[in-house]
T-cell receptor, first 108, second 118 residues
Framework: KNEVEQSPQNLTAQEGEFITINCSYS?????LHWLQQHPGGGIVSLFM???GKKKHGRLIATINIQEKHSSLHITASHPRDSAVYIC??????????FGTGTSLTVIP | DVKVTQSSRYLVKRTGEKVFLECVQD?????MFWYRQDPGLGLRLIYF???????EKGDIPEGYSVSREKKERFSLILESASTNQTSMYLC?????????????????FGPGTRLLVL
């Protein structure tokens, strides 16, 4: 059983659509991270959350600690948003658990 | 600007060869990690190190070893490569999280090494 579950696994959207990616976890966490991985492998950190909501440009991340759930939203999606989005939870200490990723394709 | 570099982007090796993957970070981070990433399985932790000469096994250490002789460098070693070790290998680093209130540091990832074992 994976401690972190993401949905959907694959997502195709038309340019301009509002996109939501979900992450559920089953362990107690100290923080949750949303990561973006572009074709070719490079991973960058988008958000780090321990409560509430964060916004950066067209990206919004929310977390509900009681429900052990987080969402990543992309408003006005663009083809350059096409990437794999990975949810990761930090369980304390220095270890992370990762979801299997959501592969997003935005079509012009 | 933070930087984690890996010695190779692509690598092709033969079964039984000894393989070295190098990772270097320039952020003076205490923690360094080696992951492998496979389709449908996500990122899985192989080994991590929280200080020079210290190492801890992750979830899938079998068939791998590591070396951390200097703070900035963390090496992953495949003693005798096998075809099931064909994968994308990602290195990451983060700062120490042991201090009260500082337990949320982000991991910074290298570009990855795509290893093919024939």
């Amino acid at each position: 059983k994976n401690e972190v579950e993401q949905s959907p696994q694959n997502l195709t959207a038309q340019e301009g659509e509002f996109i939501t990616i979900n992450c559920s976890y089953s362990v107690g966490i100290s923080a949750l991270h949303w990561l973006q991985q572009h074709p070719g492998g490079g991973i960058v950190s988008l958000f780090m959350l321990s409560s509430g909501k964060k916004k950066h440009g067209r990206l919004i991340a929310t977390i509900n600690i009681q429900e052990k759930h987080s969402s990543l939203h992309i408003t006005a999606s663009h083809p350059r948003d096409s990437a794999v989005y990975i949810c990761a939870v930090r369980i304390g200490g220095n270890q992370f658990y990762f979801g299997t990723g959501t592969s997003l394709t935005v079509i012009p | 600007d933070v930087k984690v570099t890996q010695s190779s982007r692509y690598l092709v090796k033969r079964t039984g060869e000894k393989v070295f993957l190098e990772c270097v970070q320039d952020m003076d981070h205490e923690n360094m990690f080696w992951y492998r990433q496979d389709p449908g399985l996500g990122l899985r932790l192989i080994y991590f190190s929280y200080d020079v000469k210290m190492k801890e096994k992750g979830d899938i250490p079998e068939g791998y070893s590591v070396s951390r002789e200097k703070k900035e460098r963390f090496s992953l070693i495949l003693e005798s490569a096998s075809t099931n070790q064909t994968s994308m290998y990602l290195c990451a680093s983060s700062s120490f999280s042991g201090r009260a209130g500082k337990n949320q540091e982000t991991q910074y990832f290298g570009p990855g090494t795509r290893l093919l074992v024939l």
